[in-house]
């Protein structure tokens, strides 16, 4: 079966309107779905360091970093680790809710000498999902 030029002109001329249709369309999804607001929980500290400035060897090495959940679906906190075993995290497991406060604490080992710099990351379900905490400050004898 022979196709004239007049009808290949008419199936190329609809393949390509067809195309940038389609093309458009997802342009116009992938930016309407940009401009939507989620509900997603956030997480929001007091602050992201601690610092313990210089304290003695075997003090007490013990800080917390207060957090709010200032998003619209309960939070959850799925683990928080520390850079090295000297520094222990415990975090709250049950949901935080909207508008809600928690507190993470955070034990050094003050029985090392020297500088202390060590991080804390925090994963969660909020919208900024990872953040890093920090602890630093000098133990001395």
């Not at 683990?79 to 222990?88: D, H, I």
């Not at 080992?109 to 953040?131: E, F, H, P, Y």
Request: positive net charge; charged residues 20%.
């Amino acid at each position: 079966m022979k196709l004239s030029k007049i009808t290949k002109l008419t199936l190329v001329t609809f393949s390509l309107v067809l195309f940038v249709m389609v093309a458009k369309s997802q342009t116009s999804n992938t930016q309407s779905k940009k401009d939507v607001i989620t509900n997603d929980p956030e997480i929001t500290f007091e602050n992201i360091v601690h610092n313990y400035d210089t304290i003695k060897k075997g003090s007490d090495g013990a800080c917390e970093f207060k957090f709010k959940n200032t998003g619209k679906e309960p939070l959850i906190l799925s683990n928080v680790r520390s850079s090295c075993g000297c520094t222990v995290p415990t975090w709250p497991k049950d949901p935080i809710l909207p508008g809600k406060t928690g507190i993470i604490n955070v034990v050094y080992d003050t029985q090392r000498v020297g500088g202390i710099n060590k991080s804390i990351t925090v994963l969660s379900n909020a919208k900024t999902s990872t953040v890093v905490l920090s602890i630093k400050g000098i133990v001395i004898e």
